[in-house]
Structures are given as C-alpha cells and as structure tokens.
C-alpha cells in the first residue's frame, strides 16, 4: 500500500484541532447513535474545520445508506392559481382575488399541462397552489379526477397539509375524511410543505394565520395511517434558531419512526429578496436568506440527525443553483429533485435559476460531481439503467424551446387566465363534473 504520510500528518493535525465536544457528538452518529437536539444545536453552530468534519460524516452516511447513485424525477408543477386568502410574510408568490395579477387555470388548461407532461415522458404532475376564496370543497378531488381520466398512470403529488385542512374545512368533514377523498380521486402522495419551522413561535411571526405545527402533524400521520406517502421540509433563513432548525429534524425523526411514511427530506432555504416580510421590513430580526454555509450545513445535518430513518435528501436546484446543489450531494445530499417544467413560487420570490431543467442537464450535473445518476419514481424507483450512458429523453429536446412552456411572468399577464373572469365559471362548472364522475365509478 502506498503510504502518504504528510497527508496522514495533515489529516492528524486537522482532527486534532478539531472541537472535541463535535467530534464525540460526530463519532456517536456514526456508531448508530441517535442524536438529542442539544446534539443538533451544537452541529448547526459549527465552522471551518468542524463543519468540514460534519460534511465529512454526513458524506459516509449517505454513503452507507444509498450508495453513489443521486436521483431526479421527470415531473411538471402545475400551480393552478396564485389567489390566496391567506398573506404569508414570505410569500411573494399570492396575490389577493381583486389584484391584475391573479389567475387560474381552467380545468382544460391544467390537463391539457398534465397531457403535455406525460408525452414529454414526465412520470409526476405536482399540484399545490394558493387557497382560493369561497373554493368549492371538490376542487381538488375534481382536479385530480380530470388527470387520471386522461392519464391512469401517471402520479399525483398533490395538496400540501395547508391545502388539506382548508378543503376539508371548506368541505366541513374531518382530515382523515377528505385526504380519503383525495385518494380516492388519485392523488399518490402529499407535498410536506408547509411546514416552515414546526415551531408555532416562529409560525405566528412569519405566518399568522397560517396551520399549526399540531395541524400539520395531523395531515401527515393521518396520510401515512392511510397509506398515502408524503415528504418532509424546511423552510429556514428567516427568524429562527438553531435549536429550532435541531427540534424540527428531531420531529420529523418522530413521525418517520412511528409512520415510516416520509419518502424524502427537502431542506428549503427562504428566497427573501421578493418576500413582504424582507421587501417591507416587517421583522427587525429577519435574515436575508440563508448563507451558502447555512445550506451546506441544513443538509449535513439533516443526513446525521435524520439517518437511517429517512434514506433520501434531496437538494433543491430551484433554491440553489447548480453549484451550490453539487455541493449538497457531497454533504449528504442524494436527490435533485424534479425537472419541474413551470416553477412558479420561488420564481415569483426572486430565485433566478430557472424553471426548467432537462434530464440530460441534471444527469451532467450528477456526473460533474462524481455520481452515478439515475431518473427515479416519486416514490424513489429507479426507472434508468445506471450507466456511463445518457438515454435519449425527449424533454431534452423540448426544453431547447421553453417558451412553449410559457414563463410565470407571462402567466400572470395573460387575460385568458384572469382570475376575475374564470374563478366562477369553474365553481359552477364542478358539482356537473362531481356527478359525471360518481357517475363513472
């Protein structure tokens, strides 16, 4: 074997200079150990060669428990409307029912994107958008129905917890009652968004109004009791502490290892520059955005604390850019995410890093970091050979002309679309819809 001992030296030395109270805290989560929140705390206040030395462990364990393989999935975001009845302070995304802004898509258009998607070879269409006024309490079930009579096969990932308790308290029946309802019309899996900071302090700061940490939890063990999967996220860079950001990873655990019904963690970083709380200088104590280290070390963390139980860490590009992405995957980070085709609320925030990226580009970007790449399911099957080869996608070629895809800025321009002039006409439009389709079953 071929010695190296001025690195051995380095490395020696690197260690040695190392906080000791980390490196017991990393050596415990490598022997299997589960780690406290006072653990967690201690690892997101970590710098230079500490949190090398996290990157490092979360690096192994990510090794251990997926291999080299990062995954993505071909799918579309179908964000139907930007009227909401509620105003989050991070939101730059909602628009209130009377401003020019607002708009909807009629049922036609929101299938016809489905349509075009699935030809495209997307395999998921993620439905989540704002909460409308006065929202007809079949809606979504409608939505969803429309898609699967069109397209049987492809998967429905749809309606945040948030979206979940507003149609069932549009609908006046209980949680579990309408997720029920929404299987049944198709939906596969939830969106665990919503979620921000599962801590109601910092909720009622950012987002007055909006559910409970005890209301989200209720959405997501209620679809998982019911066998429908759903992810995990945060939303962090804002307000909130590090023992915050330790208690939330420390709760998802929790659920994961009661349910088991979390198929990934998604780690999302507030884009502030468009956000009312940033924009009007609503919180004094407000960050803008996290920090390249800050994200870097969401996602380490997030692999040490959350590890074995949750396998998969994804990386939003959307939020990061390609080259901060490619450093996640080396920080425990296993997962792209989507090809998303419309991106529309971080676009809508300032995030300047697209709404579309092709397979053949998310398979370079895994390449360039050493990986293997792989297209998967929502619910993480591999669908691709993994090999030295690239197989011919056809949303490569499309997404050479996006503007066929349209932009979000021309969608909140465009008069066929105004939510002034279509919102009605598809609440009276869904009780015929709701019969012709009971009709059917």
């Known amino acids: 074997m071929h010695e190296t001992p001025a690195l051995h030296e380095l490395l020696e030395r690197q260690l040695g200079l190392a906080s000791p109270e980390v490196a017991r805290i990393l050596d415990r989560a490598l022997s299997g150990h589960e780690l406290t929140i006072e653990e967690g705390e201690r690892l997101f206040a970590t710098h230079g060669r500490d949190l090398f030395l996290v990157t490092l462990v979360a690096d192994e364990l990510r090794r251990r428990a997926v291999g080299d393989v990062v995954t993505y999935v071909v799918n579309r975001n179908i964000n139907f409307t930007n009227v909401c009845i509620k105003r989050c302070g991070f939101c730059a995304f909602s628009r209130g ?12 258009e929101i299938v016809r994107r489905a349509r075009e998607a699935w030809e495209l070879g997307a395999t998921e269409v993620c439905i989540q958008a704002g909460l409308p006024p006065k929202m007809d309490p079949d809606l979504y079930p ?4 429309a898609i699967k009579a069109e397209l049987p096969e492809i998967h429905i990932h749809g309606f945040s917890p948030e979206e979940v308790v507003y149609g069932a308290l549009r609908a006046r029946t209980s949680i579990e009652e309408y997720l029920l309802r929404l299987k049944a019309a198709g939906v596969g899996s939830l969106p665990g968004t919503s979620a921000e900071i599962l801590d ?8 007055p109004g909006r559910i409970t940490t005890a209301q989200w939890v ?6 998982h009791r019911l066998g429908i999967p759903t992810t995990a996220t945060i939303m962090y860079g804002h307000v909130e502490t590090d023992r915050q950001r330790a208690a939330h990873l420390a ?27 940033y924009r009007k200088r609503l919180l004094p104590d407000l960050r803008p955005g996290a920090t390249g ?14 590890h074995p139980y949750i396998r998969n860490i994804q990386v939003s590009w959307v939020k990061e850019g ?24 971080s676009t809508a925030a300032g995030a300047t890093y697209g ?45 050479e002309h996006p503007e066929r895809f349209g932009s979000y800025f021309q969608l909140i321009q465009d008069e066929r679309f105004a939510f002034r002039k279509h919102y009605r006409i598809v609440l009276d439009a869904i009780p015929a819809r709701a019969e012709a389709g009971a009709e059917k079953r």
Not at 355 to 382: D, K, M
Request: with cysteine; charged share 25%.
């Open 142 to 145: 409608t939505i969803c129905r």
């Open 293 to 306: 280290e800050d994200v870097v070390k969401m996602h380490a963390i997030a692999r040490i604390m959350l």
């Open 251 to 277: 709760l998802i655990r929790s659920i994961q290892k009661e349910t088991g019904g979390f198929t990934e963690f998604v780690p999302l970083s507030l884009v502030h520059s468009e956000a009312p709380m």
């Open 322 to 345: 390609p080259k901060l992405a490619q450093w996640c995957l080396n920080a425990g980070a296993n997962d792209l995410g989507g090809t998303l085709i419309n991106e529309s609320i």
């Open 355 to 399: 709404q579309l990226v092709p397979p053949r580009e998310l398979r370079r970007w895994i390449r360039e970091a050493g990986r293997v790449p792989a297209e998967r399911t929502t619910l993480y099957e591999i669908r691709t050979p993994l090999t030295d080869e690239d197989p011919p996608h056809p949303l490569d070629a499309a997404a």
């Open 200 to 207: 109601d302090t910092v909720r009622q700061r950012i987002s």
């Open 97 to 108: 029912h009377r401003e020019e802004q607002g708009y909807f898509l009629p049922l036609e």
């Open 218 to 223: 209720e959405v997501i063990t209620t679809a």
